[in-house]
């Protein structure tokens, strides 16, 4: 061969190639270089799920994934790594949290994520005191009770929208019958609403 220039190979598997240059006094030195073949496939996430998907702050759910052609399988944050490739594991996030499940082998990286929705949001209580207004203009407390929300809206006719507290009350002075929509938002843009009358005689 030239003492410069280029070949192509097509190996089948991993090959080690050894080149010899020769001088012409017949001394020679060699230089090896290896083709690592490899088998192309990375690793194929099946799935990779919580059950449930939203909880309680501080409840438990599950992850459970199933993976194949993986050597290594690592899930953050705090699972942990070198994991079974179908299996599931407990965790009780405080907030919601979305979960990465990492797999990998000599050909590659795949990733997968999951979120735990936490804060499921419910309006316990919204009411008015009193019921019956005596006459218009006269003053009517508004009370709410609130689970895992972040804050609330209250909206009605005489009464500017305010973002208030979880858990409060607001005083209102209705002229007429009026209506109030409670809105309380959770911690992963969850909301839900609930609308009272309060009658003015």
């Given at each position: 061969m030239?003492?410069?220039?280029?070949?192509q190979v097509s190996p089948a598997q991993t090959t080690t190639y050894t080149l010899t240059a020769t001088s012409n006094d017949g001394?020679?030195?060699?230089?090896?270089?290896?083709?690592?073949v490899s088998t192309g496939t990375i690793p194929q996430v099946v799935t990779f799920v919580a059950n449930p998907p939203t909880i309680d702050p501080g409840a438990p759910t599950q992850?459970?994934?199933?993976?194949?052609?993986?050597?290594?399988?690592?899930?953050?944050?705090?699972?942990?790594?070198?994991?079974?490739?179908?299996?599931?594991?407990?965790?009780?996030?405080?907030?919601?949290?979305?979960?990465t499940l990492t797999a990998t082998n000599a050909s590659g990286t795949i990733q997968a994520n999951t979120t735990v929705t936490v804060g499921q949001i419910r309006i316990l209580s919204f009411t008015s005191d009193p019921v019956f207004s005596q006459k218009a203009g006269d003053p009517v407390t508004l009370s709410w009770k609130t689970e895992n929300a972040t804050s609330v809206v209250i909206v009605g006719a005489d009464f500017a929208p305010q973002v208030l507290q979880p858990n409060g009350s607001t005083t209102v002075r209705p002229i007429s019958n009026a209506t109030y929509t409670l809105t309380a938002y959770g911690p992963a843009g969850q909301t839900v609403s609930v609308t009272i009358e309060v009658f003015v005689r």
């Open positions: 030239a003492p410069n220039g280029s070949t001394r020679s030195v060699t230089a090896p270089v290896t083709v690592t992850l459970c994934w199933q993976v194949t052609g993986s050597t290594n399988i690592t899930i953050s944050p705090g699972v942990g790594s070198n994991l079974n490739a179908n299996d599931c594991a407990t965790v009780r996030p405080s907030t919601s949290t979305t979960y």
